[in-house]
Nanobody, 121 residues
Framework: QVQLAESGGGLVQAGGSLRLSCAASGRPFSTYAMGWFRQAPGKEREFVATTRWTGSNTRYADSVKGRFTISRDNAKNTVYLQMNSLKPEDTAVYYC??????????????WGQGTQVTVSS
């Protein structure tokens, strides 16, 4: 079994920054890709970023490219999402996921409970 726990969400003004963390526990993660997704009210869950534990195959949604950075600390089994230049449209619940990688939610097997990010204008 795999457990994922996100933290770091909150309320920030437009143009500000937040760093989300996702601590993983359970089975070894060397073969998993880690991803971040988000879901705004009334919208479907959408891809934000993904990376493998080796740091390869790192990809971003076009909407966050150049503003968000995904990184990982293998020693701590933790994945981060650094979010800069935040916009009101970034407001959503952000979810951490582990699995095969890719851009679609179905490609991930394990999910955290989510952390709320609210960007005020």
């Amino acid at each position: 079994q795999v457990q994922l726990a996100e933290s770091g969400g909150g309320l920030v003004q437009a143009g500000g920054s937040l760093r989300l963390s996702c601590a993983a526990s359970g089975r070894p993660f060397s073969t998993y890709a880690m991803g971040w997704f988000r879901q705004a009210p009334g919208k479907e869950r959408e891809f934000v970023a993904t990376t493998r534990w080796t740091g390869s195959n790192t990809r971003y949604a076009d909407s966050v490219k150049g503003r968000f950075t995904i990184s990982r600390d293998n020693a701590k089994n933790t994945v981060y999402l650094q979010m800069n230049s935040l916009k009101p449209e970034d407001t959503a619940v952000y979810y951490c996921a582990a699995g095969g990688g890719g851009l679609a939610p179905y490609e991930y097997d394990y999910w955290g409970q989510g952390t709320q990010v609210t960007v005020s204008s």
